[in-house]
């Protein structure tokens, strides 16, 4: 069973560095689990350096519920524990050996399993942190149920992996994984693909979920958008969701009793000489992936994740614990002469003002692909055009309010304007097009936390 | 441009915190703001952003502004040479036209954009902040609304009171709530009348003997229909405030603003839409001969397109969500016309119209947005979720 479900507003920006259909495996030298990519996690360590690890042995807890882990993806040994201001744990680095140990779950049939069984499995393995909520895109708490699961099956942000690519040869393992989902709910599991991109039967010949599929422009692959149009969240409810590939290593577990993080990722960006597919594990290091690979030594970027919503990283940093892309930009720290007044044929603009921005008239797969840069183009401004965030803004929410009511942090009016429908992602396209340059992501995830404190979950 | 660039490099610290004028940082960065786009680069959130800045954005209304601006010089000339020898033709006196013209608005200009500029920059070193380019098309709109024998200090006095009581004092661009170029007119025509109303301000240094009333006066009057034709006043041959006269000029202004989408075709749609709905209600239910003038007349008399196209749009002052947009527009054009007709004190409704849903704004979003809350609140409550 299928839906086609079209989402209006959004825009595909597309930039130059688009992967390569070929999947290359990297001998990668360290590890690194980052605690700060769990939004509101406090881990506490279980592990000291130098101690002896295997593949899904645990590493550290969170503060706020024991029971959930974070575990290795590789066997080896814990060569640092790296602390950053107030003694915050940054990463967590391993060093693999050449055999790989692996811990071992037990290979029960799922039949057999209730959800005790299965949540304790998932809890044991590590592998429940592959799961997130909203709102608040946390781990969700294990106690709780949500009302559907999602299972995210694409990405439309500018440069997103293609994920045909990415689950290639994995059907076995994400229809287990989905039939593992079913213990955990009485909803729905959705299946979110999109419309045109989305070729692969790995998702689409899944049996026991719905099947959706999505057509529009980004957001369109951001599960607010998605939840928006499928069910949306009232206060008090909540859903999960999981993306296909970590579906894929569920899937794995509960047929081989092992933990193997597998994450087919893709380099990507302006700056990328050979843009691609890699196969590597959850935590690698990008070091022996954009060696050589890149244009030039100094002034680039690296980037876990999207160039919307990724997290800066150092060219030896570690891939982010939800990302499957690595990103790799031109700095924009250089002056521009009169930059403002210029008729720019080859800027990046959503309006008018610019002759390049009549280009984005154009039907999506008629627009050619863009270079971009980092810089700012101009100074942090009070708000002051309107109307603009509600074009790129497949909600219905109204963006200016909900910003400016979580910069003043009134809880009441954040959440009558629908912040439990939103992440700060959603708000990615709204920041790139704001002429005040806010860090609008940053306010609304500042506001999502607030009110994480001051209500919890 | 390396030269400049290392001129500005070398004086940059003196600006900064611990150099010899810290307390210029502002000004020092205005400039050098506007001869480079700095190199910051992103931090938080999305790593790359449009290319377009407040700069580009202000500097698009300005260049909107330009035929209006230019008209309205050259029929300043041309209004006052008419009152000296009524038969004189549009084109007869093209450099002197032009140059008395300049004469008259260059000095007013000047004036609103150095009292005005200079009180921008004070409030931004003040509060530590960039100088923002509102004030930009503020300067440029103040003198266009201005009547061209308007004396130089009322222009200065005018400004400062819309720039300090209308602006900053609620923190700047962006915050204000009422429009302050309008501000700033309204600020004259209730400290000073006589230079803002009645029939010897509109033309230049007119002719004792010539009758200088704008078609709005001669409305108000009893007249039945203005001297001038409709297209004397689509083109802008008429006696008026500076940049208001011309709508042909300030339609090619509109075409640019909706063109490259800063200004809210919603609001200019909807202004118009409510002056003809007030003007053919008039014509239906009206008994003086100003109800029966047909509506589009009150496009091209007075102020209203100019208001339609850059005073009702400014997006700070305006409705902000799209719904409120036609509410507040549509408001606009009704009230301007209401005012024109019914009310016997004011000959033109568009300043006090836009003045007055200025202020209804934040109602009308408020109710936009509480429909949004309210459907909201019923989907959960249909949920079985507790009152809220």
Redesign the interface.
């Known amino acids: 069973m299928s839906n086609i479900i079209t989402v209006k507003k959004g825009f595909d920006i597309k930039i130059i560095g688009e992967a390569e259909n070929e999947i290359l495996t990297p001998k990668v030298e360290s590890y690194a689990i980052k605690p700060q990519d769990y939004i509101g996690l406090i881990p506490k360590m279980m592990v000291k350096e130098g101690d002896r690890v295997k593949a899904g042995s645990p590493i550290f807890y969170a503060k706020h519920n024991e029971k959930i882990l974070f575990t290795s993806a590789v066997s080896g040994v814990v060569q640092s524990i790296k602390r950053g201001e107030k003694r915050v744990i940054e990463e967590v680095i391993i060093i693999p050996e050449q055999t790989q140990d692996y811990e071992d779950f037990g290979k029960e049939s799922l039949a057999s399993m209730n959800r005790e069984d299965v949540l304790e499995k998932l809890l044991k393995s590590g592998l429940w942190t592959l799961i997130r909520k909203r709102p608040y895109a946390i781990i969700p708490n294990p106690d709780s149920s949500p009302k559907c699961i999602i299972v995210s099956g694409f990405d439309s942000s500018p440069l997103a992996a293609n994920y045909n690519i990415l689950l290639r040869g994995k059907a076995a393992e994400i229809q287990l994984g989905v039939d593992v989902l079913k213990k955990l709910t009485k909803g729905n599991i959705h299946v979110n693909v999109s419309f045109d991109k989305t070729t692969c039967d790995e998702l689409l010949k899944l049996q026991g979920v719905e099947i959706n599929k999505f057509k529009g422009q980004h957001p369109v692959g951001n599960i607010s958008v998605q939840i928006a149009k499928l069910d949306?969240i009232?206060?008090?409810?909540s859903i999960w969701y999981i993306d296909a590939q970590d579906l894929a290593i569920i899937g794995k577990l509960f047929a081989t009793g092992r933990v193997e993080k597998d994450r087919t990722i893709a380099l990507v960006g302006n700056e990328v000489k050979n843009p691609r597919y890699y196969s590597v594990k959850l935590g690698a290091s990008i070091a022996n992936i954009v060696e050589k690979n890149v244009n030039k030594e100094n002034n680039i970027?690296y980037?876990s994740g999207t160039?919307?919503?990724?997290k800066?990283i150092s060219y030896d940093g570690y891939l982010g614990a939800y990302d499957n892309l690595v990103?790799v930009?031109t700095?924009?720290?250089?002056?521009?002469?009169?930059?403002?007044?210029l008729p720019?044929f080859k800027?990046?603009?959503?309006?008018?003002?610019?002759l390049s921005?009549f280009l984005n008239l154009l039907p999506k797969q008629k627009r050619k692909p863009i270079n971009?840069?980092?810089?700012?183009?101009?100074?942090?401004?009070?708000?002051?055009?309107?109307?603009e965030y509600?074009k790129v803004l497949p909600l219905?929410?109204?963006p200016?309010?909900l910003i400016k009511a979580c910069i003043i942090g009134d809880i009441d009016l954040m959440e009558?304007?629908?912040i439990y429908e939103v992440d700060?992602e959603d708000f990615?396209?709204c920041?790139?097009?704001?002429?005040?340059?806010t860090?609008?992501?940053?306010i609304i995830r500042d506001g999502l936390e607030l009110m994480r404190k001051e209500l919890g979950e | 441009m390396k030269l400049l660039r290392n001129i500005l490099d070398n004086l940059k610290p003196d600006f900064e915190k611990g150099g010899k004028f810290p307390w210029l940082h502002s000004t020092f960065d205005a400039f050098e703001t506007f001869a480079f786009v700095p190199k910051t680069t992103t931090k938080n959130g999305a790593h790359f952003r449009d290319a377009l800045d407040m700069k580009r954005t202000m500097t698009m209304v300005i260049v909107a502004l330009i035929p209006a601006l230019l008209f309205g010089t050259y029929n300043i000339g041309y209004q006052h040479f008419l009152s000296l020898d009524p038969k004189i033709g549009f084109f007869d006196e093209i450099w002197n036209n032009l140059w008395y013209g300049i004469l008259k608005v260059l000095p007013i200009i000047i004036v609103s954009y150095v009292v005005g500029l200079s009180i921008e920059f004070g409030f931004a070193q003040w509060r530590g902040h960039e100088v923002n380019e509102g004030f930009l098309v503020t300067g440029m709109l103040i003198p266009l609304v201005m009547p061209p024998d308007v004396p130089l200090w009322q222009v200065a006095m005018a400004t400062a009171f819309s720039v300090v009581i209308g602006k900053e004092v609620f923190g700047g661009t962006g915050m204000n709530f009422l429009n302050p170029a309008l501000l700033a007119r309204a600020f004259l025509f209730f400290a000073f009348p006589s230079s803002m109303s009645g029939d010897n301000v509109w033309i230049a240094e007119k002719a004792d003997a010539f009758s200088g009333a704008t078609p709005l006066a001669e409305m108000m009057a009893g007249a039945s229909i203005p001297t001038h034709s409709f297209m004397e006043m689509l083109l802008g041959v008429m006696p008026g405030s500076i940049g208001e006269t011309s709508a042909i000029a300030i339609l090619l202004g509109a075409i640019l603003l909706l063109f490259t989408g800063i200004g809210s075709w919603r609001i200019m749609l909807s202004v118009f839409v409510g002056g003809a709905v007030m003007g053919l209600t008039f014509n239906l239910f009206g008994s003086n001969p100003y109800t029966q003038i047909p509506f589009y007349y009150h496009y091209v008399m007075g102020g209203f397109m100019f208001g339609a196209v850059f005073m009702a749009t400014d997006p700070v002052t305006a409705s902000q969500t799209n719904r409120g947009k036609w509410i507040y527009g549509f408001l606009i054009g009704v009230m301007a016309v209401l005012i024109r007709v019914v009310n016997p004190a004011y000959p033109e409704g568009m300043m006090l119209s836009i003045l007055l849903l200025n202020v209804f704004a934040p109602l009308i979003d408020y109710y936009v947005v509480d429909s949004n809350i309210k459907k909201r609140i019923k989907r959960w409550k249909m949920k079985g979720g507790e009152n809220v």
Not at chain 1, 234 to 237: I, V
Not at chain 1, 347 to 354: A, G, I, V
Not at chain 1, 372 to 387: E, P, Q, S
Not at chain 1, 439 to 442: K, V
């Open positions: 949306p009232n206060k008090g409810e970027r980037i160039v919307l919503t990724g800066t990103s930009i700095e924009g720290d250089y002056y521009e002469f009169l930059g403002w007044v720019g800027k990046f603009s959503l309006y008018r003002t610019f921005g971009i840069d980092t810089n700012l183009h101009g100074g942090k401004r009070a708000l002051v055009l309107t109307g509600e219905d929410i109204y200016m309010q009558q304007l629908g700060a990615a396209l920041e790139v097009i704001d002429v005040s340059k860090d609008i992501q940053q």
